[in-house]
């Protein structure tokens, strides 16, 4: 059973795969033809959203759309792709927000064109030049979202039920991030703000409204899907909040964040989240229960750039003896356990439960 | 005849400030709702959107639309007020790319947010804060565009037609930045490059997309408009030049750019191109006519922030010498005398030939 549904998940990715390819085919014909000085962004574009990334969202968004009982077609699967495109917007603008030098081992959208600027000996600024390439390219990436969604070949009627819960979806995407970079100039970390931040950044924008998002195409009524979108919320908000308290853990225990057994598909250096000063729930948690000294040798640590792994290693730890770590793993155990109660709930078309189950199994796994 | 224009377009002004004004409430109260820390990004752009702004693009949507003889309705107003929100994030972005410290007088958005996180007194770094904050507020406000126009309350089939536009005005328009951007670091000006980004950035995205907008609003079959679409672009396109083209023009010898007889609405300080090193279609042929020692001075005066007013006096000079001025000012009067016969064509509804002609003298009048 559970190897059917990581069958079918894996051959959406791969659906994905291909209709991203497509679309950006398309668009580099278009974009070339205004002016060959727009090639690079093609290229970059390309590397970025096609060597690499989990496809997380758009397999919720099938997982959503298989809740129904229906069966998604080729132009509801083009639909759920715009989503990668809308997370490569939230990437590029990330790592330029962050001031983050790599993405997935290879050099973020900033330091890609201050590259080029450099290489081709341009006038001007290289890195003024890199950081307006990286604004321009998250943008066309939002832009080019919405065009595939709208040129998807849904129904009408799907698309407009659709447009509803994806603007709701972007505008609280947004809100998160403001309220996470607010977080870092905060002076204090706050378990409850964290919190609140995988809410939105994780809960909502990552789980809860793509699969709300491909229900909203196979049910165009809202009143009539509206049981169905509650049940989902109630897998997809603590999965959401799991995932995000998964991910603090793997920032800083682990090597490798893969998913489906797929290491290559993404990946962050072990101990990242110590040296970028991360606000985390995790550290949140850690901070709130360390002694004054502890405290003191972690924050001290925080956004050090230049920690030796064995510095890392005191710092893992001093985390693990506040007894953060255990409190981490019991809340995702807990938050895991009720979203496969949701799950498993009447209102999900049995086809769907074996899906979900493995994305939320896949999604907070301890090692991948 | 002129002066019923003039107030039809003031009082479409009117209303769209006060959609702005109802749409900006209605999301501070949903922003607020998620945290208080939303607050003064809500600040923020309502300052931005409500305390300036020509309203340019919703008064040629609004001339689009009045060129197939429909009324537009409230909700097709509120549909063409969505492109201030556009405009929005392109500015806000714009500033920071440029890295620009103003915006009518006010500071610009990563300024004012750099200046938030000092006041205070937040952990990090207030500048990169204060580019954070801007590339949010971009994204956020170009997001806010759609879901104005999703939420117009215009017919489905209105909306599903003005879609298409839409996307395109969105596409071209990250293009024309991007091909912008891209000319800053060209190591020479080149008048055809600088044509090329005025067609994409004023004639397409300012006026050509917007006038397209209103009448795919008012008649939903593409092909019922195609005639009147394409009399649209040939009155859009050569008045977008004409617009950049005074502009260039007002960035360099004139004190204020107002439209309408409202200098408030908008203003930059002259020579203001000049201390930026803006790479126009004006400068270019300046520097294609001068001799080597006046190209020389000039070159080295372009992009130095500390000129005082009487250098900025000798590089005037100096471009008026070349004869640049003048090819331009002919060429502005050839490309509005192509406008105005579109305006006066058969294609266009009598009742809004006046409206157009209205917009096409203010857009390129010499003095506001």
Same mark, same amino acid.
């Given at each position: 059973?559970?190897?059917?549904?990581?069958?079918?998940?894996?051959?959406?990715?791969?659906?994905?795969?291909?209709?991203?390819?497509?679309?950006?085919?398309?668009?580099?014909?278009? @974009?070339?033809?205004?002016?060959?000085?727009?090639?690079?962004?093609?290229?970059?574009?390309?590397?970025?959203?096609?060597? %690499?990334?989990?496809?997380?969202? #758009?397999?919720?968004?099938?997982?959503?759309?298989?809740?129904?009982?229906?069966?998604?077609?080729?132009?509801?699967?083009?639909?759920?792709?715009?989503?990668?495109?809308?997370?490569?917007?939230?990437?590029?603008?990330?790592? @330029?927000?962050?001031?983050?030098?790599?993405?997935?081992?290879?050099?973020?959208?900033?330091?890609?064109?201050? =590259?080029?600027?450099?290489?081709? *000996?341009?006038?001007?600024?290289?890195?003024?030049?890199?950081?307006?390439?990286?604004?321009?390219? %998250?943008?066309?990436?939002?832009?080019? !979202?919405?065009?595939?969604?709208?040129?998807?070949?849904?129904? =009408?009627?799907?698309?407009?039920?659709?447009?509803?819960?994806?603007?709701?979806?972007?505008?609280?995407?947004?809100? %998160?991030?403001?309220?996470?970079?607010?977080?870092?100039?905060?002076?204090? #970390?706050?378990?409850?703000?964290? @919190?609140?931040?995988?809410?939105?950044?994780?809960?909502?924008?990552?789980?809860?409204?793509?699969?709300?998002?491909?229900?909203? +195409?196979? $049910?165009?009524?809202?009143?009539?899907?509206?049981?169905?979108?509650?049940?989902?919320?109630?897998?997809?908000? #603590?999965?959401?909040?799991?995932?995000?308290?998964?991910?603090?853990?793997?920032?800083?225990?682990?090597?490798?964040?893969?998913?489906?057994?797929?290491?290559?598909?993404?990946?962050?250096?072990?101990?990242?989240?110590?040296?970028?000063?991360?606000?985390?729930?995790?550290?949140?948690?850690? +901070?709130?229960?360390?002694?004054? *000294?502890?405290?003191?040798?972690?924050?001290? *640590?925080?956004?050090?750039?230049? +920690?030796?792994?064995?510095?890392?290693?005191? $710092?893992?730890? @001093?985390?693990?003896?506040? %007894?953060?770590?255990?409190?981490?793993?019991?809340? $995702?155990?807990?938050?895991?356990? =009720?979203?496969?109660?949701?799950?498993? !709930?009447?209102?999900?078309?049995?086809? *769907?439960?074996? +899906?979900?189950?493995?994305?939320?199994?896949?999604?907070?796994?301890?090692?991948?």
């Amino acid at each position: 059973m559970v190897n059917d549904a990581r069958g079918t998940l894996l051959a959406v990715r791969e659906t994905v795969q291909s209709e991203l390819t497509s679309y950006l085919t398309l668009q580099r014909e278009y @974009l070339s033809g205004i002016g060959s000085e727009l090639i690079p962004v093609c290229d970059a574009l390309e590397s970025f959203l096609l060597e %690499g990334g989990k496809r997380l969202r #758009p397999l919720f968004a099938y997982a959503g759309f298989a809740a129904t009982g229906k069966v998604a077609t080729a132009a509801d699967i083009r639909a759920f792709t715009s989503l990668e495109l809308l997370q490569a917007c939230a990437l590029i603008h990330d790592d @330029l927000m962050d001031r983050s030098d790599t993405r997935r081992g290879k050099p973020a959208i900033h330091r890609h064109f201050e =590259n080029l600027h450099q290489q081709e *000996a341009m006038s001007g600024l290289a890195d003024q030049f890199g950081e307006a390439a990286a604004v321009l390219l %998250g943008d066309l990436a939002l832009v080019w !979202s919405d065009h595939l969604l709208h040129t998807s070949g849904v129904e =009408n009627s799907a698309l407009l039920s659709a447009l509803k819960v994806h603007d709701e979806m972007r505008i609280e995407l947004m809100a %998160g991030q403001y309220l996470d970079v607010r977080e870092a100039g905060e002076r204090s #970390p706050s378990v409850d703000r964290s @919190l609140r931040i995988a809410r939105y950044k994780s809960g909502k924008y990552t789980i809860e409204r793509p699969l709300h998002l491909g229900a909203s +195409l196979a $049910i165009t009524d809202e009143a009539e899907r509206k049981d169905l979108t509650n049940i989902l919320s109630a897998y997809g908000l #603590p999965l959401g909040e799991a995932f995000q308290l998964r991910d603090d853990m793997l920032g800083i225990f682990d090597d490798m964040l893969g998913i489906f057994g797929d290491p290559s598909v993404t990946g962050k250096p072990a101990g990242d989240d110590i040296r970028e000063g991360k606000r985390t729930v995790l550290m949140a948690m850690t +901070l709130e229960r360390a002694d004054q *000294a502890s405290a003191a040798k972690i924050t001290a *640590a925080l956004g050090r750039e230049d +920690l030796t792994a064995d510095q890392i290693e005191e $710092i893992r730890a @001093l985390i693990t003896a506040t %007894g953060a770590v255990k409190v981490v793993e019991d809340l $995702i155990e807990g938050l895991l356990s =009720n979203a496969l109660t949701a799950a498993n !709930s009447d209102e999900i078309d049995p086809s *769907a439960r074996e +899906l979900l189950i493995e994305l939320a199994t896949s999604a907070t796994r301890r090692s991948h």
